[in-house]
């Protein structure tokens, strides 16, 4: 087992490692879903929330079920569907307290099951052997690093509204741009934390 500190775990999971810049996972709803700051830091929560709690029950079914019983071979299917009900927990969620919020994200609340940032999270718990308590921060620090992403592209998609773009790098062009300097901002945390 590692004997990475908690607090390491969890501040090398939002910056220095974070799940969306450094091992570019969840780019599909990174790019889609951060036109508005509303709707990004929306759809963040929702991610914090899942990757969290199924990062967790993930771990305990791994390491209390699967482990013992030498089923580590259907980890992936058994992670999957920990996600899916999950999502389906909290569609329903935001569908009965936030109307708004749920029709703003649409299609992409429920495509947080197949949100690979998610089924990454529990299987970088299992790769890099983290105990209960490091999957615990690890889980909430990635998903608040895939958070503060998001929110941070969408602040820039809004001010670039306002802003005079070149015409052939307008649309796809200057957020792929903008997407890579976030990333080299976060790899400049690299070597300060290892988790």
């Given at each position: 087992?590692?004997?990475?500190?908690?607090?390491?775990?969890?501040?090398?999971?939002?910056?220095?490692?974070n799940i969306l810049f450094a091992s570019f996972l969840g780019m599909c709803s990174f790019l889609v879903c951060s036109n508005r700051i509303n709707t990004a830091v929306g759809?963040?929560?929702?991610?914090?929330?899942?990757?969290?709690?199924?990062?967790?029950?993930?771990?305990?079914?791994?390491?209390?079920?699967?482990?013992?019983?030498?089923?580590?071979?259907?980890?992936?299917?058994?992670?999957?569907?920990?996600?899916?009900?999950?999502?389906?927990?909290?569609?329903?969620?935001?569908?009965?307290?936030?109307?708004?919020?749920?029709?703003?994200?649409?299609?992409?609340?429920?495509?947080?099951?197949?949100?690979?940032?998610?089924?990454?999270?529990?299987?970088?718990?299992?790769?890099?052997?983290?105990?209960?308590?490091?999957?615990?921060?690890?889980?909430?620090?990635?998903?608040?690093?895939?958070?503060?992403?998001?929110?941070?592209?969408?602040?820039?998609?809004?001010?670039?509204?306002?802003?005079?773009?070149?015409?052939?790098?307008?649309?796809?062009?200057?957020?792929?741009?903008?997407?890579?300097?976030?990333?080299?901002?976060?790899?400049?945390?690299?070597?300060?934390?290892?988790?």
């Open positions: 087992m590692s004997v990475t500190p908690l607090w390491t775990v969890f501040v090398g999971s939002i910056f220095t490692n759809l963040g929560g929702a991610v914090v929330f899942v990757m969290f709690f199924t990062t967790v029950i993930n771990y305990l079914i791994y390491y209390f079920v699967l482990v013992p019983l030498g089923l580590e071979f259907i980890s992936f299917i058994i992670f999957i569907a920990v996600i899916a009900a999950f999502v389906q927990f909290v569609e329903m969620f935001v569908e009965r307290y936030s109307p708004s919020l749920y029709y703003a994200l649409g299609i992409f609340l429920p495509l947080i099951t197949v949100n690979c940032a998610i089924l990454g999270a529990s299987l970088f718990m299992v790769i890099r052997s983290y105990t209960l308590g490091q999957t615990i921060f690890y889980g909430a620090g990635a998903g608040v690093g895939w958070a503060l992403a998001i929110a941070l592209m969408a602040g820039l998609r809004e001010k670039m509204g306002y802003s005079d773009v070149p015409v052939p790098l307008r649309g796809t062009g200057v957020i792929m741009i903008v997407a890579g300097v976030i990333a080299m901002t976060f790899f400049g945390f690299a070597g300060m934390l290892r988790t």
